[in-house]
């Protein structure tokens, strides 16, 4: 996800990122047979791991990588994932 804008206060910090318009993949998949839900999860996969080559780069490590921290929106015809709470 990108950072849009961070910065602090008097006793709090923020971090501002954009807005995923997530959909729900779980019934996405579903409605898929098991070659087309195999090739959709891979694509995916592969620009998570894209995601977190870029971050290592940057000396940054994600610490928890878990389902409820990939958002998948769809982006025109094209299903996009987008890596969640870095915690940074």
Known sequence: IQLLDHGNGP???YLATEYV??????????RRSLTDRL??????????????Q?????SLVHRDIKP??????????????KLADFGV
């Open 54 to 58: 870029f971050a290592h780069r940057q």
């Open 68 to 81: 409820g921290n990939i958002l998948v929106a769809k982006e025109g015809s094209r299903l996009t994932a």
């Open 11 to 13: 006793g709090y910090l």
């Open 21 to 30: 318009p997530t959909i729900d993949f779980p019934d996405l998949l579903s």
């Open 39 to 52: 090739k959709l999860c891979g694509g995916l996969m592969s620009q998570i791991l894209s995601t977190l």
